[in-house]
C-alpha cells in the first residue's frame, strides 16, 4: 500500500510539473515594476500554532480607535501601542474577524483557523494603494461618503466627526495601521507558503446628532504572500509554472516576484521551490 500511495504521489507531482510547463503564463512585470514596498529582515518575529497577535501601526493614544473583534473576544488596540496583545485559540476551531467601534461593530463572514500559522512573520512597509485592488488614494485616505458628507478618512480618530479603522490580516498576526503621510503602511506578514494577505476597513462619522458607520469587507492585498509569484493574490500552478520559466530564463522577475518565489527561504529560486509549491497545492506535507 505504501508503495501505490508513494507511486501515485510521484505521477501527481510529475503530471503538475509537465502541465505548468505547458501554461503560458506571465509574471506581471510590467505593472508591478512600481509596487513599492520594502522588509525589514531584521524586525521579524515567531508566532506559535494557534495564537492571534494583535498589533499597531503608525497610531498613538491619542487618535488610536476601535477594537479587534475575534469571534467574541474584543483585543483593546488601545492598550498596546508599541507592543501587542495575544489571543490563545482552540485547535480545530474556527474564528471571525471583526472590529468594534463601541455601539457599532462589523464582523466577516468569512472563517479563519489558526492551527497552521505558525512561523516567522516579517514587518513589510508598503504603499497600500499599490497593492489594493480598490479604493485608497496615492496618499493611503479612502474617500467616503457618510450621510451626504465626503471626507478622506485616514484611519485614525480624527476628531468626533470622523473615525476610522484599518486592520491587515495576515495568517495570525492582525494590524491596526494607519498609513503615513506618503501612503505607506506597515504590518507583520506572514512568511508560510500560502498564508494571504487582506485588509478590513470601517469608517465612523457622527455630527449634528447623526451616527453612521460602515466599511469595507475583506479585500485581497495582492502580491504580500509567499508563492504568488504573479501577484495575483493567490498561489496556484501558474506561480509554479512561472518559477519553471524563470529558472530557465524564460522570465524575468521583479524583487516582490522573486521574494515571493524563494517559498524554503533559502536564498536562492530553484526547483525545490516548485516542488514545494507542487506539494502544498496537492495537500502534501512538504
Known amino acids: 500500500m505504501k508503495k501505490i500511495i508513494s507511486t501515485l504521489t510521484a505521477l501527481l507531482i510529475v503530471y503538475i510539473t509537465v502541465f505548468a510547463g505547458v501554461l ?19 524586525k521579524t518575529i515567531t508566532i506559535p500554532d494557534n495564537q492571534v ?64 500559522t505558525g512561523g516567522t512573520y516579517e514587518w ?44 491587515i490580516i495576515s495568517g495570525a498576526a492582525i494590524t491596526v495601521a494607519a498609513p503615513d503621510e506618503n ?23 457622527r455630527k449634528d446628532g447623526i451616527s453612521t458607520f460602515g466599511g469595507g469587507s475583506r479585500y485581497r492585498l495582492y502580491g504580500l504572500a509567499i508563492g504568488d509569484t504573479n501577484q495575483n493574490g493567490y498561489v496556484n500552478i501558474y506561480d509554479a509554472g512561472l518559477i519553471q520559466k524563470y529558472i530557465a530564463g524564460e522570465e524575468a522577475f521583479d524583487s516582490l516576484s522573486e521574494h515571493n518565489a524563494d517559498v524554503n527561504h533559502d536564498g536562492r529560486i530553484s526547483v525545490e521551490d516548485v516542488t514545494t509549491i507542487q506539494k502544498f497545492l496537492a495537500g502534501l506535507k512538504y
Open 53 to 116: 497577535r494583535v498589533f499597531t501601526s503608525n497610531l498613538t493614544k491619542d487618535n488610536c480607535y476601535g477594537n479587534v473583534l475575534l469571534n467574541n473576544t474584543t483585543v483593546a488596540i488601545s492598550d498596546c501601542i508599541d507592543k501587542y496583545e495575544t489571543v490563545s485559540t482552540e485547535s480545530g476551531k474556527e474564528y471571525k474577524i471583526g472590529i468594534n467601534l463601541g455601539a457599532f461593530a462589523s464582523i466577516t463572514s468569512d472563517k479563519y483557523s489558526y492551527d497552521k
Open 183 to 205: 501612503g505607506y503602511v506597515a504590518a507583520y506578514i506572514s512568511t508560510n507558503l500560502g498564508d494571504k494577505t487582506e485588509y478590513m476597513t470601517e469608517f465612523l462619522y
Open 124 to 167: 513589510v512597509k508598503f504603499k497600500i494603494y499599490d497593492f489594493a485592488d480598490r479604493g485608497f488614494n496615492e496618499n493611503g485616505t479612502v474617500t467616503n461618503q457618510k450621510n451626504g458628507d465626503i471626507h478622506d478618512y485616514n484611519f485614525t480618530s480624527e476628531d468626533d466627526c470622523y473615525k476610522s479603522v484599518l486592520l
Open 24 to 42: 503560458s503564463v506571465t509574471a506581471a512585470t510590467d505593472d508591478t515594476a512600481a509596487k513599492h514596498y520594502s522588509i525589514t529582515g531584521s
